[in-house]
């Protein structure tokens, strides 16, 4: 089984001071994947990670988020194994809450949305609740290290790119924090 075989996947964070990696299982706790950070180790001391690709058990890239320099909101590409872009993830300018908006090219624009507080988030489409996120700390221990654990459970039947859009989401949700957290 992989990543995209299932509707319920947890992202566990394994960050190290040049990368942001993460361990993909099933809620059976049976590895689906992986999260690495790529681009050079330069490139990341200066300017933090800004690329991960979300690997399938048996190596197939599903795809890559990229972390676009830019001035005003956060963009961030998705990208498919080839380096086409699927979709682009946009940071919204809210009060008291998260917002990205995920404009899937081949399929309707979807959003991110969640709490002040960073812990529950729902993402909607035309269709209505397309997934539920949810992050939490793995462990006293983990939370320490700053270490997150992501749950993502998709609604029944989401279609291929719109799970891929939201998975880029999450990761791209999980770079704005660690921006904000170096800003701050």
């Known amino acids: 089984m992989g990543i995209l075989d ?5 992202l566990d964070q394994v960050r190290s001071f040049l990368s942001n990696d993460f361990a993909i299982h099933d809620l059976a706790g049976t590895a689906i994947g992986r999260i690495v950070t790529e681009g050079s180790a330069g490139a990341r001391m200066l300017m933090g990670n800004r690329q991960l690709a979300v690997v399938d058990t048996d ?22 194994g080839q380096g086409g872009v699927i979709a682009q993830v946009v940071k919204e300018f809210t009060f008291f809450t998260k917002a990205l908006r995920i404009e899937c090219w081949t399929g309707p624009q979807l959003r991110l949305e969640g709490s002040m507080w960073d812990r529950e988030f729902t993402v909607t489409g035309p269709g209505g609740l397309a997934a539920t996120a949810s992050r939490h700390w793995p462990g006293v221990a983990q939370a320490f290290l700053g270490r997150e654990r992501y749950v993502l459970g998709f609604s029944p039947q989401v279609p291929v790119p719109e799970k891929l859009g939201t998975i880029g989401a999450v990761i791209a949700l999980d770079l704005i924090r660690a921006k904000e957290r170096n800003d701050g």
């Open 59 to 80: 190596g197939t890239l599903l795809v890559r988020v990229v972390d676009t320099p830019d001035l005003g909101l956060d963009r961030f590409q998705v990208q498919d």
């Open 6 to 10: 299932t509707d319920a996947i947890v």
